[in-house]
């Protein structure tokens, strides 16, 4: 069964870092892109990282610098380190796994929030 279950995230203050994991089951994220999402109250759901099969990554304009996706493919996880923090980075945070089989797979969303 195809599952991404996410762990971290939270509350920090501005600056800070939080790490983000997502552990795949069912599949292995080695042979597909997987991608790093964020949404906003009200808004889409947006890019934040792509990493692509083979590793090399994407990271979006606004994270690029401060953000670090990776993937490790001995556990089955990809990672999102987030670092220097601002309040315009308060999300939902999803982790997705595009093109399997069974269709696109998404976790379950982490919320992350940032303020002091």
């Known amino acids: 069964q195809v599952q991404l279950v996410q762990t971290g995230g939270g509350w920090v203050q501005p600056g800070g870092s939080l790490r983000l994991s997502c552990v795949a089951s069912?599949?292995?994220?080695?042979?597909?892109?997987m991608r790093w999402y964020r949404q906003f109250p009200g808004k889409e759901r947006e890019v934040v990282a792509v990493l692509i099969p083979g590793g090399s990554y994407h990271h979006a304009d606004s994270v690029k610098g401060r953000f670090i996706a990776s993937r490790d493919n001995s556990r089955n996880t990809i990672d999102l380190q987030m670092n220097n923090l601002k309040p315009e980075d308060t999300a939902m945070y999803y982790c997705h796994a595009h093109g399997l089989t069974s269709g696109d797979a998404w976790g379950q969303g982490t919320q992350v929030t940032v303020s002091s």
């Open positions: 069912g599949f292995l994220i080695r042979d597909y892109y």
